[in-house]
């Protein structure tokens, strides 16, 4: 019996979320592209997807806005290995990171923001993500989620999302031709 519990508490996998983003060539197709690309990843499963948000690049360099989103996938791959996924999703989109400027625009940046509890400092895969909490291109998606939700190591979203509250985020809504449209004010958790 012990057995069978334990295996059914494994088909349920880890469950991880990312964070979606592009802002060059046609970002809101790289965006959807990329949520459709989750669901081929081996052994996951993508449970949950926010709406697409257009949001102002923070890090200081000169760039458009970024299309943002976020995923909740459930999975059975090990943490390096999820990642190694999601970076050649990132491969196949057209991102070349050895000719990227940091925090400059991107094609394609899928960015693991948890890992189940999974805690871990090791420079290749740092989860949960260190600057989760101070992003609102990823807690505004979050909240729409679960403006509740707490992420080991970062705490309940809405309290982190007072904080950037001065951060440009604003949802795209589809309009009748299913062409996005920006909304006319900034999301609010």
Known sequence: MADQTRHSALDTGVIAWI???SNLQQPVTQVRRALTALTTLPETTLLWQSQLYATDPVGGVEQPAFINA???LSTHLPALELLHQLQELETIAGRRRAAEIYWGPRVLDLDML???DYCSSDPQLRLPHP???ER???LVPLAEFDAQLTLSGCGCIAEHLLQVSDQGVRR????ADHS???????AQA
């Not at 795209?172 to 309009?175: G, R």
């Open 19 to 21: 964070s979606i983003g």
């Open 70 to 72: 976020v995923a909740r």
């Open 114 to 116: 948890s890992y189940g």
């Open 131 to 133: 600057r989760l909490h």
């Open 136 to 138: 609102a291109f990823v």
């Open 172 to 175: 795209l809504v589809e309009s």
């Open 180 to 186: 996005p449209v920006l909304t006319a004010k900034t």
